[in-house]
């Protein structure tokens, strides 16, 4: 028999590229969102249930029956929240195995001051995820991923409309296809539970001043680039690199080829 899988966040970035991996090895796909969606939106095999992991509504629901959880819905603030939430209704649900996908640097970015929560709450809201997981008693696996060259293009993009790139002083950046990471991911989940495993990075480590230039000179733009150093000691941890994981550069595509794919398909677009 196929396994359920509840896939969160299976419309964002990550989760659409985990869902068709999970629908080729043949799970039954229940994909969760805050939005309703039209059944006939999803392919063969794949069932939109609408709910909200911020509140809990709708979380009971999704995961009943689930054998498998994936979760990959996260934003910029609440992500603890958003997973006791769902560890809440998955134990009183059974105990499915619970996939999470975390941040490389959650664990070794100390968030003390309000200037640190500012800038990098996210970054301990995924440990206290984390942690929620951990201890939730279900079978699960956490990965740690490296930023996304789909995310890395954003942030490029929204600061190439400013006359001045600010770029955070001493910030380093690993990027990864997220279609790599969601390939990995994938195969964690049909795998069986295995606690925290190793932390995976792109392929190559950017100064963030020179991943800019990259950009700008891929869309043929010219803009000073402004190095802007940050203070609180979760950034001092950043400039120490807390966010890089050099001994797993496992990521095959670079951004230089990540950047080329995306300004040819620019540029083929009608
Ligand atoms: N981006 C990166 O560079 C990076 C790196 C490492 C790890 N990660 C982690 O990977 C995960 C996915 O990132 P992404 O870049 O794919 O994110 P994304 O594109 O912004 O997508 C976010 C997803 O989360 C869902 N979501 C948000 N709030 C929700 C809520 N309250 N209840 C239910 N679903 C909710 C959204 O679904 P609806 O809008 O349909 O509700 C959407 O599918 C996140 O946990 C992130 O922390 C990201």
Same mark, same amino acid.
């Given at each position: ?16 590229? +985990?869902?068709? &991996? *999970?629908?080729? @090895? ?7 969102? =805050?939005? %309703?969606?039209?059944?006939? /939106? ?68 100390? +968030?003390?001051? &309000? *200037?640190?929560? @500012? ?7 995924? =440990?206290? %995820?984390?942690?929620?997981? /951990? ?136």
């Amino acid at each position: 028999m196929s396994s359920v899988v509840l896939l969160t966040g299976g419309t964002g970035t990550l989760g659409r590229l +985990v869902a068709p &991996r *999970l629908r080729s @090895a043949g799970a039954e796909l229940r994909v969760l969102s =805050r939005h %309703a969606h039209d059944p006939a /939106e999803g392919a063969e095999g794949v069932e939109y249930v609408t709910g909200d992991l911020g509140t809990g509504e709708g979380t009971a629901e999704a995961v009943a029956g689930a054998d498998i959880i994936v979760h990959c819905a996260g934003t910029a603030k609440g992500d603890d929240v958003k997973a006791r939430h769902l560890v809440d209704a998955a134990t009183a649900a059974g105990r499915p195995h619970l996939v999470f996908i975390s941040v490389v640097g959650a664990d070794r970015t100390p +968030v003390v001051s &309000r *200037l640190d929560r @500012a800038m990098f709450g996210y970054v301990a809201a995924k =440990r206290a %995820a984390e942690r929620v997981v /951990e201890e939730s008693g279900l079978p699960w696996t956490t990965l740690r991923a490296t930023q996304f060259h789909e995310l890395t293009l954003t942030t490029a993009r929204a600061m190439a409309r400013m006359p001045v790139l600010p770029a955070p002083a001493g910030f380093r950046i690993q990027p990864i296809a997220a279609a790599e990471v969601a390939e990995r991911l994938a195969e964690l989940a049909l795998a069986g539970p295995a606690g925290l495993v190793a932390e995976m990075g792109g392929p190559r480590t950017y100064e963030m001043r020179d991943l800019l230039r990259g950009y700008l000179r891929a869309t043929g733009r010219r803009r000073p680039i402004l190095p802007t150093r940050l203070p609180g000691r979760a950034a001092a941890a950043f400039r120490a690199g807390a966010n890089l994981a050099p001994e797993h550069a496992v990521g095959r595509l670079t951004w230089e080829d990540f950047l080329a794919e995306r300004t040819a398909e620019q540029t083929a677009k009608p």
